[in-house]
């Protein structure tokens, strides 16, 4: 009788081991799919956080898209060619509700100022200048600059940014988190350049300015509550880098942009202006 008591007792208890267990598994599970809003107790009631990449059908731009429509966002993707987006039309099966598809090209500035009017009313809590070119490694050699492709260079990687800032600034300022954000690198460093040679020009000179032009703004529009920041992701194993030299291994995309979005989040009005190696750390100017 009493060993039969000790059976039904270690029974129970297994039997709530496992109850634990399997509500514990469901909480967890809960948890990794629960909602940008159920997220952040102190965002309005029906809100959903917005963000608009550029540049957004392949490379860090697609990821970038992939990770916040993970994180429980709605994001605006943008590129140049909608129609061979093929990768992002199978994103938006998946989130059909939360993925919107827009045709940009950002060296077009009447097509920007469309793009605004068109989402005139939305909240962009990031508005994310993701978009950049290299040049070409071939255009950048000393006594034989290609100035066309310069020009190319300059108008997507430093003007664009501007002018995206400048349109779509009220959907910034009406949002909740109220954040520009631009893809630089640690190649628009001109302390860089002492440790790593002469090289890319073009594109160097695009990411300085641009580094420039976003502290400016930051600066501009810090007393009016909005924060802007530079984040660099490291050498990253994208097309991006096939016309361009590699020294060491290239990163994985999906670490560059988790090491980003932390770095986006970390931005607040009192480091506005941060320029943030992947690692969190700042870079010199």
Not at 142 to 148: E, W
Not at 175 to 190: D, F, L, T
Not at 253 to 265: F, G, K, L, W, Y
Request: charged share 20%; glycine share 8%; hydrophobic share 40%.
């Amino acid at each position: 009788m009493i060993n039969m008591l000790k059976l039904q007792i270690t029974y129970k208890q297994r039997l709530i081991t496992i109850c634990l267990f399997l509500l514990a598994l469901f909480f967890l599970n809960f948890s990794n799919h629960i909602s940008a809003e159920d997220a952040d107790p102190s965002l309005p009631e029906g809100y959903v956080l917005t963000t608009l990449i550029t540049g957004a059908n392949r490379g860090i731009g697609l990821e970038f898209t992939k990770q916040y429509l993970e994180k429980g966002w709605r994001v605006i993707a943008t590129c140049r060619k909608t129609g061979t987006a093929e990768d992002l039309r199978l994103l938006q099966k998946e989130y059909p509700d939360r993925l919107i598809i827009d045709r940009l090209d950002v060296r077009n500035h009447k097509r920007i100022d469309v793009l605004a009017r068109k989402y005139k009313n939305v909240p962009i809590d990031v508005l994310l200048n993701n978009a950049g070119i290299s040049g070409g490694t071939s255009n950048q050699i000393f006594g034989r600059f290609n100035y066309d492709a310069y020009n190319t260079v300059l108008e997507t990687n430093t003007i664009a940014p501007l002018k995206i800032a400048e349109a779509f600034y009220p959907n910034v300022r009406d949002s909740q988190q109220k954040k520009i954000i631009a893809v630089s690198s640690s190649e628009g460093s001109i302390d860089n350049v002492f440790k790593r040679g002469g090289r890319l020009f073009f594109y160097r000179s695009s990411k300085s300015a641009l580094n420039m032009l976003m502290v400016n703004l930051a600066y501009m529009l810090k007393d009016r509550g909005i924060a802007v920041g530079l984040v660099n992701p490291g050498a990253t194993g994208t097309d991006f880098m096939s016309g361009l030299p590699a020294f060491f291994p290239l990163r994985k995309t999906e670490d560059a942009v988790e090491d980003m979005i932390r770095n986006i989040d970390s931005i607040t009005i009192e480091n506005t202006g941060a320029y943030l190696n992947y690692n969190g750390k700042t870079i010199s100017w």
